[in-house]
């Protein structure tokens, strides 16, 4: 799976757009990238995946570069209840007989300010 | 709606006690995980299964056991309970289409004493 790299933290004012960069500059052809959060004494909570378009659902959008080398996620409008570690994890579909396990990094922290 | 739920979400047991951890989904998720949460560790993935009567381990599956009778349960056993199984730990399922797409329980905060 292809490494990623992310800032450790980031601040974000409360009603404005926060954007969360990664980086997977070994990323296969054939990787997704998918992004999770965790808020604080909860369990992971999905988020969204993309493999080369950029995507949007309720929850954020997802920018990927046309190298792939980068994405970037875009919560919209945040909120105090956004305050959470997002994760950026790049997986193959269906990895060969391997398990289907997350590997979650450090991930970055972002605090949204009232 | 459908959910994932654990429980108990607070277990304090003794060191050499058998425990068991429950997890519920009612999404009919094929995939079910379980992972343990540590400072310093990340998520860790301790057993899997893919459907009913399939379990796999995971990179710490040393110590802990899990059974799969049902689409619905895959329940945790840690046999004898030691000190460094105080953890947190999370049961998480997905669909046999989209395997990394993962839906995560509350957790259960488990200490060993």
């Known amino acids: 799976d292809a490494k990623t790299t992310q800032p450790p933290s980031m601040d974000c004012a409360e009603g404005r757009a926060a954007n969360l960069p990664c980086n997977h500059s070994t990323i296969s052809g054939n990787e997704y990238v998918y992004w999770y959060r965790q808020i604080h004494s909860q369990g992971p909570q999905y988020i969204i995946h993309g493999l080369k378009n950029n995507e949007t659902n309720e929850m954020a959008s997802l920018i990927i570069t046309e190298d792939r080398k980068s994405s970037t996620l875009i919560l919209p409008h945040a909120t105090l209840r956004d305050t959470a570690v997002y994760y950026c994890i790049v997986r193959a579909p269906n990895s060969g007989g391997s398990n289907y396990k997350l590997t979650f990094g450090k991930g970055t922290l972002l605090t949204v300010n009232p | 709606d459908a959910e994932i739920t654990q429980s108990p979400r607070h277990k304090i047991t003794e060191t050499g006690r058998q425990v068991t951890l429950a997890c519920h989904q009612t999404w009919n998720h094929n995939n079910m995980f379980w992972y343990r949460q540590d400072l310093g560790h990340g998520l860790r993935l301790i057993h899997y299964?893919?459907?009913?009567?399939?379990?796999n381990k995971g990179e710490v599956s040393d110590g802990y056991s899990v059974s799969r009778s049902n689409t619905e349960d895959l329940p945790l056993t840690l046999e004898s309970a030691a000190s460094s199984q105080t953890s947190v730990y999370f049961c998480?399922?997905?669909?046999?289409?989209?395997?990394?797409?993962?839906?995560f329980g509350p957790g259960t905060r488990l200490t060993v004493t």
């Open positions: 299964s893919y459907g009913v009567q399939d379990t």
């Open positions: 998480a399922s997905s669909d046999h289409d989209r395997p990394h797409e993962q839906y």
